[in-house]
């Protein structure tokens, strides 16, 4: 099987994300509205934390300190292949960047979609909850937002073939650490991974 999906930041799945509910435990969900073109962000974001199972929410939308990064994710203006383009991390969003098409060596300005985030911390990045899917492999601990980004990852994962070229530094997949990309742990990530997709869709049902 071959992977050969967008090159995805991390950010890109931070629109909905479980996190254990800080009164009952149960998993709970953070929404982020709007997800693109909120300029400037995170001033007019709206984040909300509610949990199904006890009723606690939270809502905000100035209790994030931790960076914007910027998403690229639309077809070219020239030749209509896919562009994407992550910018660099900022704490000052800006409307446009001009990105070079691959395909079609075209230049062009593209509106950027916005996403908060915070490196390497098994939180939400929008109130600091813990993210509730976790889980141990071996001494490091993986974590996912939600079930699309535990999908796209165990996609990666399990791929024998993974083109590599296309993938800019902010990828999710240029950023995960040796033991995630390592053919060693792929059986272990996989079930890992599947064992918490089982127990979390037991838990929402
Ligand atoms: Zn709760
Ligand atoms: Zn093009």
């Given at each position: 099987m071959k992977f050969n999906q967008p090159a995805y930041p991390t950010v890109y799945f931070s629109e909905n994300i479980w996190i254990t509910c800080p009164k009952c435990t149960e998993p709970a969900l953070v929404n982020s509205q709007p997800r693109k073109y909120s300029i400037p962000f995170p001033l007019n974001h709206q984040s909300k934390c509610t949990c199904g199972y006890c009723g606690f929410h939270q809502s905000g939308n100035d209790q994030w300190a931790g960076h914007l990064q910027g998403f690229v994710n639309q077809s070219c203006g020239h030749c209509g292949t896919k562009v994407c383009h992550s910018t660099e991390p900022t704490k000052k969003p800006y409307p446009n960047t001009k990105v070079t098409c691959e395909t079609c060596q075209q230049t062009r300005e593209y509106e950027i979609a916005w996403y908060r985030y915070i490196s390497?911390?098994?939180?939400?990045?929008?109130?600091g909850f813990d993210l509730w899917l976790q889980t141990d492999v071996k001494d490091n601990v993986l974590w996912l937002y939600n079930l699309e980004h535990l999908t796209y990852l165990r996609d990666y994962v399990s791929s024998k073939l993974r083109e590599d070229n296309s993938r800019h530094k902010y990828s999710m997949i240029t950023n995960l650490p040796q033991w995630v990309k390592s053919s060693k742990n792929r059986d272990l990530i996989v079930k890992k991974l599947n064992k918490l997709e089982e127990e979390f869709i037991k838990r929402i049902d």
């Open positions: 390497n911390k098994p939180t939400d990045p929008y109130f």
